[in-house]
């Protein structure tokens, strides 16, 4: 019994996306470890990350950490409150960078244990508001420190 024509087309459509479905499946798969954003503290010693192998960090930047070298050298350490790792990071740093402000480093480990940051993103908390905004409604009496005038 031969198929009709509109039997074979969606044969095929099914057959290309079971396919398909298979080909994501395993990409996700391959790149289970990799897909996180970053890796704090605790993750990079639970899972063992090897010297040389770019990943991310984050955390928050450790009081009384920051010890600025000669130059545009910087080192510092990240805690997720639990472990913590030492950063060493040559370049310009964020504005939003300091004490206490959430980190996330790109780079790599050395086999000294230290992180080798070639890219420092400072973040900001969810009440971050950009300074000519702020300006602008605070020349107008709608805002005083983040909270809205009475």
């Known amino acids: ?23 994501v499946g395993l990409v996700l798969y391959a790149l289970e470890d990799t897909i996180v954003f970053f890796y704090t503290p605790s993750e990079v010693v639970e899972k063992n990350i090897q010297a040389g192998q770019r990943f991310r960090l984050g955390g928050l930047v450790a009081a009384g950490s920051v010890n ?4 545009t050298v910087v080192s510092f350490t990240v805690t997720d409150t ?19 402000q959430g980190v996330v480093a790109e780079g790599k480990m050395t086999p000294s244990g230290t ?11 969810e009440n971050y508001m950009p300074r000519e905004v702020a300006d602008a409604l605070k020349k107008k009496g709608v805002w005083k420190d983040g909270k809205k005038s009475e």
């Open 68 to 71: 600025r070298g000669e130059g």
């Open 115 to 125: 992180f080798e940051a070639d890219t420092v993103l400072a973040k900001h908390d």
């Open 1 to 23: 019994m031969a198929m009709t024509r509109k039997q074979r087309r969606t044969t095929m459509i099914v057959s290309a996306l079971v396919v398909l479905g298979a080909a």
């Open 82 to 100: 639990d472990k913590k790792l030492a950063v060493k990071f040559d370049g310009i740093l964020p504005d939003l960078f300091r004490e206490g």
